[in-house]
């Protein structure tokens, strides 16, 4: 069989780099509100944003262009690749990677970074600027990268105003957290008031788009004793398993019942733990739900018709969530510049990945 040697990337990363914020909200109203990178007493650096610290080091990945996949403390550190567009296009080339969607880093992987903040107006300015860069900087740059944008979360119609605001200007998915009530006061994503939400992603036809990793605190702690290399390397592991909870209850909630032309990605969660939520969903709903619930459409089919999921190093899952769901429902990620990423190595890699699927679903 030819081997596939030009990819689309569904999950990739940018590095927000120290300006993105200061050139574009107002000093004179925020001062150092402002995120922005301080260094620490240890010689590292920080971001700060509305008080709150957040190392480099968990501000966001470029390990697979770092000596021994080991994370940058300070931001000269950063490869160019990392946050230059021009300088990722490059590897693109060598990769064979054609298109490039992209997921923040320092705003969230999930966008979820600005959410504490309890000002609307810093949170919804902090939003814009994020998704105003990524217009300004890398989709300027070539259309070979897809942009996504983060919404303000102080209410639904706040979040509506700004995906149409972004969608306008050129995005093409929405970055959510899943758990938003776990991150401020706003109500449970299964609420009525969100349907707005649902609807404008409906209406401007953008899938919405859940990222693994969002909510450190649905994962099992690591121990404290652990080198820093196996305590990256247990929440690389676990943080995939907590979409499980998510899609259990996204198939439960009738959301997607509500919303047939909904499209849901669920970013960086591997594959193996898609047909165990499937076969539980099920087994659930007929030993405690028989006779009481009902739905106009199985969640097995909702899962088939609206829901995505983005693999990268899978082998036998991969080929077992297309045989039950077909090819339709896998996405392919270079998963660029994470320390998990198969960089450079991804082309050779992915024939190992794909050599069990039939032309067909290799060529999806």
């Given amino acids: 069989m030819e081997p596939l040697t030009r990819f689309i990337s569904a999950d990739d990363h940018v590095i927000e780099h120290p300006r993105v914020w200061t050139d574009r909200l107002s000093r004179r109203r925020w001062g150092d509100r402002i995120p922005h990178i301080e260094r620490d007493g240890d010689g590292s650096d920080y971001w700060l944003i509305d008080g709150r610290k957040m190392p480099l080091l968990g501000s966001g990945s470029a390990a697979a262009l770092m000596p021994d996949r080991a994370e940058p403390r300070k931001w000269e550190e950063m490869p160019p690749a990392a946050y230059q567009p021009p300088e990722r296009l490059k590897l693109m080339d060598t990769s064979g990677v054609e298109r490039s969607v992209l997921y923040p880093s320092v705003a969230g992987v999930g966008g979820e970074t600005f959410a504490p903040i309890e000002d609307p107006e810093l949170e919804r300015d902090c939003v814009r600027a994020y998704n105003d860069w990524l217009i300004e900087e890398w989709a300027a740059a070539a259309p070979r990268f897809v942009p996504q944008c983060i919404v303000p979360t102080s209410s639904v119609a706040v979040a509506a105003d700004e995906i149409r605001r972004a969608v306008a200007a050129g995005h093409r998915g929405v970055v959510f957290p899943p758990a938003i009530d776990q991150l401020r006061n706003a109500p449970h994503i299964n609420e009525p008031s969100w349907d707005l939400l649902w609807s404008v992603c409906e209406e401007l036809q953008v899938p919405i788009c859940f990222h693994a990793g969002s909510l450190s605190m649905l994962e099992l702690a690591p121990y404290e004793q652990y080198s820093s290399e196996i305590k990256a390397a247990l929440h690389d592991i676990a943080r995939p398993a907590c979409s499980i909870g998510f899609l259990s209850n996204l198939l439960m909630s009738r959301i997607l019942e509500r919303h047939p032309r909904l499209t849901v ?100």
């Fill in 265 to 364: 990605i669920f970013g960086e969660i591997s594959l193996g733990w898609v047909n165990f939520v499937i076969e539980t969903v099920e087994h659930n709903v007929r030993q405690f739900g028989a006779g009481k619930v009902k739905f106009e459409v199985e969640p097995r089919e909702l899962l088939k018709a609206q829901c995505r999921f983005i693999s990268w190093y899978d082998d036998t899952s991969l080929q077992a969530v297309c045989n039950q769901f077909g090819a339709d429902c896998v996405l392919w990620a270079w998963n660029f510049p994470n320390a998990m990423s198969e960089y450079p190595e991804a082309p050779k890699l992915n024939e190992a990945h794909f050599r069990n699927l039939g032309l067909e679903a290799r060529s999806k």
